[in-house]
């Protein structure tokens, strides 16, 4: 916290044995030095021996210190995720300069000094993001944000679950990736099983339950149709 200290002194000279000071911020004490923690005008009455008073007053200005807040975009901590974090709650950023810092393991992985960060975890592990903000008064304020980033879980296994001929729609596909977890298709369906009436290639993926980071995409080819106009060279495949 920042402060500053006043102090009482006299235009009497070293005759004074001044006793005790009242601040107008309820402080009563025995020194002439005070400290104050924001801007204002403050009141001291000071009390010599005598019971004799006599009263002063300084204005106080302090400078604004920036205030540093990390704010994440609130999406899942994963590996090869970019995450975003946001600086500072003035929109007017241009009045300030920023310093950020991304550590992990005693190593800093990355610097920027952009309003917001942008990073990509490569590894999964617990990082601390440092930021410093400074205004154009020359004050400065700080934050650490630290956070646990999670391994990207292994792609789902895709199997056909029925009918694999695109000539006779639709294609059955089944997706297994042992957490129970719902599967999501290229087609836009989500479930443990898809119905596709085109040909070419499938991906599917899914969500970790229990720390929100998608997986890497599992793929399937559907072949297409045979050509059958080709029925009169007997250069085809049929699908079986």
Request: hydrophobic fraction near 30%; aromatic fraction near 14%; charged fraction near 15%.
């Amino acid at each position: 916290m920042v402060s500053s200290q006043l102090h009482y002194t006299t235009n009497h000279g070293d005759y004074l044995n001044l006793a005790y000071y009242q601040w107008n911020d309820g402080e009563y004490s025995t020194s002439d030095n005070h400290y104050v923690y924001s801007t204002g005008d403050y009141h001291v009455t000071a009390t010599d021996e005598k019971h004799c008073k006599a009263m002063a007053m300084a204005n106080v200005p302090f400078k604004n210190q920036p205030q540093a807040v990390i704010v994440t975009d609130g999406n899942a901590q994963c590996v090869n995720n970019s995450i975003t974090f946001y600086g500072s709650p003035d929109p007017n950023v241009d009045d300030y300069t920023f310093e950020w810092q991304v550590r992990s393991g005693g190593n800093v992985l990355a610097t920027s000094t952009a309003p917001n960060l942008v990073y990509t975890p490569q590894q999964a592990g617990y990082y601390t993001i440092s930021l410093s903000i400074t205004n154009n008064e020359d004050c400065t304020g700080s934050a650490d944000y630290s956070f646990t980033v999670s391994q990207q879980p292994d792609e789902p296994r895709i199997d056909y679950d029925g009918n694999r001929c695109i000539d006779q729609p639709p294609v059955n596909l089944v997706g297994y990736n042992g957490m129970d977890a719902d599967i999501h298709w290229s087609n836009g369906h989500t479930g443990h099983t898809a119905n596709y009436f085109y040909a070419g290639d499938i991906t599917a993926w899914y969500y970790d339950p229990v720390t929100g980071c998608r997986s890497t995409n599992g793929h399937i080819y559907i072949p297409p149709a045979p050509d059958f106009d080709a029925l009169l060279t007997g250069c085809y495949n049929l699908c079986k």
